[in-house]
């Protein structure tokens, strides 16, 4: 059913979910929330400390001010608490509050702090009744990630309609279910929208996360019967080209690598297609060892495609071995293949591609698209993005194409975990660093210790280095994102020596702007670069020596750790700077963390122990299996039950229709 058929739903607010990968009923009730906000007792203003949200049981002490700058509207007054301590409130662009908010008025205001010159103010804050809110008290709201003109109010009507004229019919039977301990998937989809509480939502959770890890492990098990028997048609047993390359390196690869590369040259040259998984930590070195694979692959006359989550980092990717080509002076034609490019360009590239004169193709997912076809594909290399890596795979047998496959992860799984989600391949690890690096210095401070670290970013940069500042996502929004990192760097250069080259990098922006920001950092044009997260997964600059991370307590360790990674790259000693916006003592000890390993298993091992019963949303890493709800760091359990699942559901002779599970949604 098209949602157009949902009470509230015309065309311009389709079009708008539409931008949401929202078209279906089904769509708008497999669209989970983000987060819940639950309306908690209002505090007194003494009390507020660190909160970002609050309720304040108060009185109006003045009449609301109405001032006009440019097309703003800011409402402003007074309110006091129970206590006798008052706040200023703002509003923007709601002038009739005027006649709604008088003298001497009792409500319960609910909104954001923001802290300006020591003075704390009420923004934008929700209005109601002692009555209504004690109504609200304690209730679980879902928040969804929202686009520009639909309200998270609406997107709970929405839902709510939807899940009003649909059945969900459950692919497990009850057997199944008792048998791991599940519940069913109606209840589960319906609760994980409108939960009573967190008693009730862990169940929820869970089954919806035990869906997708099944979907997965189930996708690989097909996928394993096809490529079992999948004969190596693209033996490669000459090493010439990879030798004279690693011989031409600046720096010699670790034993580790060594190794990865070895069980990379005996697979390639066995008598069934290669299918690896390889692990390493941040900064471990697995890119150049794909690099030497794909130059062997070249010599041999083959293609070989390499497939990376972001342009920012093809580009990279792209920059990188034109580089070791021109140093190798080697005469393997390169393309580059991202959605963003103009279609004249893509269909240049793509007749490059079908003819064969391209052997080395790097983009994103734009290189697995129907358009694309190869001549001779025998060397695919998947770069963090694992659940894409095993839909393009399917994709590749169904148009019998079976090329060798590595698939390149920095998420610390263990290796009991992998086997499971990665039953179908061979596991190598790169368990060392080069022996170039200088081990991180890091740092957990709190807001205070701001002043010093600006200063110590200057005198790197006076010494010829260069700093990144990450800056957190406020709420799950582009704008909001993109606002946060353009307010950041303008107050960045009121702060630093004005001979300091400020500039700021963000999802919003547009791919060629992105790539030219980079390249000016990659060339020390820019001496300083405010992000958001999209520089966590893969760029490379290893004059790149601090890197500051504000509000750190906003991310998971494991984000922090990848984010860390982007430092530490070069021979010079590297400093990670964690600067805590609270002072609370529980998010100060698990930052701490940081501070006593650089080991990513670890740190996910220690993040997983510190998590809360309500921790069920986290920022993930980049390019984490794709998973909605599903965790690899939390849901260890979940896997192996999954694992088992999969196995006597196949056993059985069942099968999944649909390998999203959609399929298990019906509208009556």
């Known amino acids: ?61 003045k009449s609301v001010d109405m001032n006009h700058i440019k097309n703003l509207t800011i409402l402003t007054t007074v309110i006091r608490d129970q206590n006798g301590d008052t706040i200023k409130v703002n509003w923007f662009n709601m002038p009739y509050l005027k006649s709604t908010v008088k003298y001497s008025m009792r409500f319960v205001f609910r909104g954001r702090i923001k802290r300006m010159n020591q003075q704390m103010v009420l923004e934008q804050p929700e209005i109601f009744t ?40 459950d692919y497990l039977d009850e057997n199944m279910r008792k048998k791991y301990d599940l519940c069913d998937l109606d209840r589960a989809i319906r609760t ?10 862990k169940p929820a959770r869970n089954r919806l996360a035990f869906d997708e890890i099944f979907a997965f492990v189930y996708q690989l098990r097909k996928l394993k019967e096809k490529e079992t028997e999948a004969v190596n048609r693209y033996r490669i047993n000459n090493h010439v080209v990879s030798d004279q390359v690693i011989s031409n390196l600046d720096f010699e690869l670790t034993n580790a690598q060594k190794r990865v590369l070895n069980d990379i040259h005996r697979d390639m040259n066995g008598k069934v297609i290669m299918q690896r998984l390889i692990q390493g930590d941040v900064g471990s070195g697995k890119t150049i060892v794909a690099f030497l694979a794909m130059f062997d692959i070249a010599s041999a006359g083959l293609q070989s495609a390499l497939m990376v989550p972001t342009e920012v980092l093809a580009n990279q990717h792209y920059e990188s071995i034109m580089k070791l080509i021109a140093e190798n002076n080697l005469d393997y034609e390169v393309v580059l293949l991202t959605g963003s490019l103009s279609q004249r360009a893509k269909k240049n590239i793509y007749e490059k591609i079908e003819s064969g004169s391209a052997k080395i193709i790097i983009g994103t997912h734009a290189i697995f698209q129907e358009r694309v076809k190869y001549d001779h594909l025998a060397f695919v290399v998947i770069d ?43 596991i190598s690890i790169i368990d060392e660093l080069p022996s170039n690096r200088l081990k991180i210095k890091n740092c957990v401070v709190t807001k205070n210790f701001r002043p010093n670290a600006y200063t110590f970013i200057e005198k790197q940069i006076q010494s010829g280095k260069q700093a990144y500042v990450i800056c957190p996502m406020v709420e799950d929004n582009d704008m909001l994102q993109a606002e946060n990192v353009v307010d950041y760097a303008n107050m960045l250069r009121e702060k630093l ?23 000016r950092f990659e060339k020390n044009e820019i001496n300083v670069l405010v992000s958001t997260t999209v520089i966590e997964v893969g760029i490379n600059v290893p004059n790149a020596t601090v890197m500051m991370v504000e509000n750190a307590e906003r991310f998971s360790l494991a984000s922090l750790h990848q984010l860390r990674g982007r430092v530490g790259r070069g021979k010079d ?11 609370n003592q529980d998010k100060l000890k698990r930052l701490e963390i940081l501070n006593h390993s650089n080991d990513g298993f670890y740190i996910a091992s220690e993040d997983l122990k510190l998590r809360g019963p309500g921790d069920f949303f986290g920022v993930r890493q980049s390019g984490e299996m794709q998973f909605t709800i599903a965790d690899i760091y939390s849901d260890g359990k979940i896997i192996e039950t999954a694992g088992r699942a999969v196995d006597e559901f196949l056993l059985s002779g069942h099968e999944l229709i649909d390998k999203n599970l959609n399929d298990g949604i019906v509208i009556y």
């Not at 931008?19 to 007194?44: F, H, K, Q, S």
């Open 384 to 426: 963090e993005q694992h659940r894409f890596g095993v839909l393009q795979r399917a994709k590749l047998m169904d148009k019998g194409v079976t090329p060798h496959t590595i698939v390149m992860s920095a998420t610390p799984i263990p290796r009991t975990l992998a086997i499971i989600l990665y039953g179908d391949m061979d």
């Open 573 to 583: 000693q590297s400093y990670c700077i964690f600067v805590s916006g609270t002072e």
């Open 1 to 61: 059913m098209n949602i157009r058929e949902i009470k509230g739903i015309g065309e311009k607010t389709s079009l708008l979910l539409n931008r949401l990968g929202i078209e279906e009923c089904d769509d708008l009730v497999r669209y989970y929330p983000r987060n819940y906000d639950i309306y908690e007792p209002p505090v007194l203003i003494r009390n507020i400390d660190n909160k970002a949200v609050v309720s304040i049981d108060g009185t109006v002490m």
């Open 497 to 519: 020596d004005s001979n300091i080259t400020i500039e700021y990098l963000h999802g919003k922006m547009k791919a060629e702007e992105k790539a030219q920001i980079l390249s």
């Open 192 to 201: 994980i929208h409108f939960p009573e509480n967190f008693e009730k939502l």
């Open 130 to 169: 002692l009555a209504k809110y004690e109504e609200k008290l304690n209730v679980m709201q879902p928040v969804y990630s929202l686009t520009k003109g639909i309200s998270n109010n609406q997107m709970i009507k929405f839902v709510s309609e939807a899940l009003n004229i649909t059945r969900i019919e």
